[in-house]
């Protein structure tokens, strides 16, 4: 079991930044592949950005890539997205997800999400 907690969401301005972090519980979060995805008001959750459990293998959507960092501590069970020049269209609740699987980009296939955490970006 791994229960995962997203933090770092709120409101910021197109061209700003945030970092979202997302803390797991339970001594087996390093043998997890990670996710994030995130879902916009009447439209499906979609994937964001993923890492290996060994956080040597990285892979974005086409919508964030160049903006969007993902990365991993293992040491503290916490996977993180660093955004940078936000959009009015990254507006969405984003969640965190385990998958005991790598290389995953549809949300059926993982295994255990967060809460999610709201991010507003303003025009």
């Known amino acids: 079991q791994v229960q995962l907690v997203e933090s770092g969401g709120g409101s910021v301005q197109a061209g700003g930044s945030l970092t979202l972090s997302c803390a797991a519980s339970?001594?087996?979060?390093?043998?997890?592949?990670m996710a994030w995805f995130r879902q916009a008001p009447g439209k499906e959750r979609e994937f964001v950005a993923g890492i290996s459990w060994s956080g040597g293998s990285t892979a974005y959507a086409a919508s964030v890539k160049g903006r969007f960092t993902i990365s991993r501590d293992n040491a503290k069970n916490t996977v993180y997205l660093q955004m940078n020049s936000l959009k009015p269209e990254d507006t969405a609740v984003y969640y965190c997800a385990a998958a005991q699987a790598g290389g995953r980009i549809r949300a059926y296939e993982y295994d255990y999400w967060g809460q999610g955490t709201q991010v507003n970006v303003s025009s």
């Open positions: 339970g001594r087996t979060f390093s043998t997890y592949a």
